[in-house]
């Protein structure tokens, strides 16, 4: 007996959930959340749109829509005090540790966020302010590492054209929005915004099952997302195109290091638990990078060292055999990079991406009052022996 845990977040002892929020089909390349397709939401929505529908179920009307985003602008500012908190990070402190202790803060400053059954107005307040206050916290870090002064919020602009000027504007000159960005980055948010039960999404229904705050619940998911098998794989593609890059673009020395089973380098950005033909959220971002490098005029060598190795893997057998193909990770860091983020905050990108999908299935568990999470197991260790006599 292998030691099997099912890991049962707190609908029934099945070893899986249900849920209403996503729908992804791992052989068919298939994701929508709340029955919309990615393409389409791509095609014709926003990010702020896409959070809406995933929290609330249904596309907004026009008011609704209008309401959602005037209750989100009216809490982008971040209490004095948590700036007091996050002074005492150093500079370069990775910015996902500094995200989900900043976000934990927010249960001191928000206590009413703390009560399990608060009446269905908190809950909305509660989700209104995290929303709000993750991309200001975000571009603290960023601010932070490159010794310039934290930008303040500016109400009037939109969700993301607001964290791209906290993200690079300066207090000494006017920031250029350039809507190319905004809508690259609109564009990969509602990519990253929900998908089903990832090992971040669990964790935060599993820490929520125990009626915790939901600010504790993210800050868990963000914790989960930041290892290099889940979200921080975005930050590793770069790095090992960056690798590759100095090694004169030799992807077949990569390739080969990915296949020897006594090395214990990955190709990052490659594979799926779920998808074992194409992420097609690959497919969208693969065609995005090209579109956004070309506006900008960039010219990376990294995008054609990832097709290069995307090619020359999808043709070698190790990879087809064990259906290995680009997942979300493998081109999003190329358009960050060129957007201007450094590799440190792609994983925070994530997290500001995936936040309403955390916030819908939190919310999910606790309207439908799933019972605790309580995972069992196959017990593999030692039959019961008496304590030895001296
Ligand atoms: C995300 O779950 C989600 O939905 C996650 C996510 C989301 O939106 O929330 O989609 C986001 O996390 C995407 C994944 C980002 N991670 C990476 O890109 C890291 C590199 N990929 C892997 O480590 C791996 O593919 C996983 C973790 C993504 C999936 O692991 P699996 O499905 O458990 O695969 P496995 O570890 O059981 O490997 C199966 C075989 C093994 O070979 P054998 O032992 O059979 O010889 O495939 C090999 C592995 O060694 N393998 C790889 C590989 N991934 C799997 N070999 C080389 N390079 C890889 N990337």
Redo the contacts with the bound molecule.
């Keep these: 007996q292998s030691g099997l845990i099912t890991l049962d977040v707190g609908f029934k002892n099945t070893g899986s959930t249900t849920s209403d929020v996503t729908f992804?089909d791992g052989e068919k390349g298939i994701l929508r959340y709340r029955g919309y397709s990615i393409e389409d939401l791509c095609e014709h929505s926003t990010f702020s749109e896409v959070a809406y529908l995933l929290i609330n179920g249904e596309l907004p009307t026009a008011q609704e829509f209008e309401k959602f985003k005037t209750d989100i602008s009216r809490h982008t500012l971040v209490h004095e005090n948590v700036r007091k908190i996050f002074d005492g990070f150093p500079a370069d402190a990775h910015p996902m540790g500094v995200l989900s202790s900043l976000v934990t803060s927010l249960t001191a400053f928000h206590p009413e966020s703390l009560d399990p059954n608060r009446d269905p107005k908190m809950v909305d307040l509660t989700i209104h302010r995290l929303i709000a206050k993750l991309p200001t916290l975000a571009s603290w870090v960023y601010k932070k590492s490159i010794g310039h002064p934290l930008m303040y919020p500016e109400n009037k602009l939109s969700y993301l054209e607001n964290f791209m000027k906290m993200m690079f504007g300066l207090p000494v000159e006017d920031y250029e929005l350039d809507p190319i960005l905004v809508d690259a980055l609109d564009k990969l948010l509602i990519l990253?915004a929900d998908?089903?039960?990832?090992?971040?999404?669990a964790t935060v229904r599993v820490v929520g099952s125990s009626q915790a705050s939901l600010y504790v619940a993210v800050a868990a998911g963000i914790n989960a997302?930041w290892g290099?098998?889940?979200?921080?794989?975005?930050q590793?593609?770069i790095e090992m195109l960056e690798d590759i890059h100095a090694n004169g673009g030799d992807v077949d020395k990569f390739i080969a290091k990915?296949?020897d089973?006594n090395d214990p380098?990955?190709?990052?950005?490659?594979?799926?638990?779920?998808?074992k033909n194409f992420?097609p959220?690959a497919k969208i971002i693969k065609k995005h990078a090209d579109a956004v490098l070309e506006k900008l005029g960039i010219n990376d060598p990294l995008l054609e060292i990832a097709k290069g190795l995307e090619e020359k893997a999808l043709n070698d057998e190790?990879?087809q055999a064990?259906k290995?193909y680009p997942?979300?990770?493998?081109y999003s860091g190329i358009i960050y990079k060129a957007m201007g983020f450094p590799t440190e905050m792609f994983t925070v990108l994530?997290a500001l991406g995936?936040l309403p999908g955390w916030i819908a299935q939190w919310k999910e568990s606790r309207e439908l009052s799933q019972p605790i999470s309580r995972p069992r197991q196959i017990y593999t260790g030692e039959t019961a022996r008496p304590y030895p006599k001296k």
């Design positions: 992804l990253h998908h089903e039960q990832n090992c971040s999404a997302l290099p098998l889940h979200g921080g794989a975005n590793a593609v990915a296949k089973p380098f990955r190709l990052m950005g490659f594979g799926h638990r779920v998808y992420d959220r190790y990879f064990r290995l997942n979300v990770d493998f994530f995936r």
